[in-house]
């Protein structure tokens, strides 16, 4: 029995006809993504450019081939989306550029559509992280204080960076915000996940 010449192997990662599976398999490109800037952030604070640069080009790149023009669109808005969602607080001293830059690239992976998901997400995870941070560091009530100081300077003096608020101060509360990334990713990867089983 001889093969069809007609049928081509095709790898189902590559094959477009299968969104739901797409989505799923560029959400743990993301995930992945975002698990190596993790491993960086906690062991030195930082997340190389090189990473989340390469990380934003592999993403469009994936995006366009594998949904053309419609694809390379969803890759660049949720870039945009999930950049500009934290760039106002890296311009108020209250993020670093890295967390900016993985949350990006982490959304071009996933596209705008899913982006808004894994934003929440992120947002959500965040504020829990920064309250288990506070309390096992002995800082819960002092944060809530310097929270309620900073609402209150910025609602009375506008968007403004604070001159006493800076990330780089050793009394400042710190912790690896990609740990709040990674779960916002984790959660798209998890619900396109159950989308591809129903």
């Not at 992945?32 to 592999?58: E, H, K, M, Y």
């Not at 999930?82 to 890296?90: D, H, Q, S, T």
């Not at 596209?111 to 819960?140: C, E, K, S, W």
């Not at 809530?144 to 604070?162: E, H, K, V, W």
Request: proline share 4%; with cysteine; net charge positive.
């Amino acid at each position: 029995m001889s093969a069809d010449p007609t049928i081509q192997p095709r790898l189902v990662f590559l094959d477009p006809g299968r969104g739901k599976l797409l989505e799923t398999n560029l959400a743990i490109g993301a995930l992945f993504l975002v698990g190596v800037a993790v491993v960086s952030d906690v062991r030195s604070g930082r997340i190389p450019n090189w990473l989340t640069g390469g990380g934003l080009f592999a993403a469009v790149l994936f995006h366009a081939c594998l949904k053309d023009w419609r694809g390379l669109d969803a890759a660049l808005l949720g870039a945009l989306a999930g950049g500009g969602v934290l760039f106002p607080f890296f311009l108020l001293r209250g993020i670093g550029a890295g967390d900016v830059k993985l949350l990006a690239a982490a959304s071009a992976w996933v596209g705008i559509h899913r982006a808004g998901g894994m934003i929440l997400a992120t947002a959500l995870a965040g504020g829990a992280l920064a309250v288990g941070y506070a309390m096992v560091g002995g800082q819960l009530g002092s944060s809530f204080q310097r929270a309620t100081q900073l609402i209150q300077f910025y609602l009375t003096g506008g968007i403004l960076p604070r001159p006493d608020f800076d990330l780089h101060r050793s009394t400042s509360l710190r912790f690896p915000y990609s740990l709040a990334i990674a779960t916002g990713t984790l959660y798209v990867v998890v619900s396109t996940s159950a989308l591809i089983q129903r």
